[in-house]
């Protein structure tokens, strides 16, 4: 078991004695549980792929897209038309 130095500023240092009071937990338990916290979070966002993030993203059934890419233009000018308020 290594021991370790840790300078803390003031609002760290406020932050555990709140969870110290809050739990009833020393220091060194408090901080351990810090850690593995920290090292769970960090595991699990390592692991998310670009796909992950976007499918939490959930655009909806077709997103906000009014047409598919293969349909830009009429689609444009549709928005447009709709917009000024011609038929």
Do not use: C, N, W
């Amino acid at each position: 078991m290594a021991t370790r130095t840790v300078r803390l500023d003031d609002e760290a240092e406020a932050a555990l004695q709140q969870i110290r009071e809050a739990t009833g937990l020393p220091i060194s338990e408090a901080l351990k549980r810090g850690l593995r916290s920290l090292q769970e979070r960090v595991q699990h966002e390592t692991k998310r792929t670009p796909f992950d993030v976007y499918r939490e993203l959930d655009h909806g059934p077709g997103g906000s897209a009014i047409a598919p890419s293969s349909e830009t233009k009429r689609a444009v000018r549709a928005a447009i038309k709709k917009k000024l308020g011609r038929r």
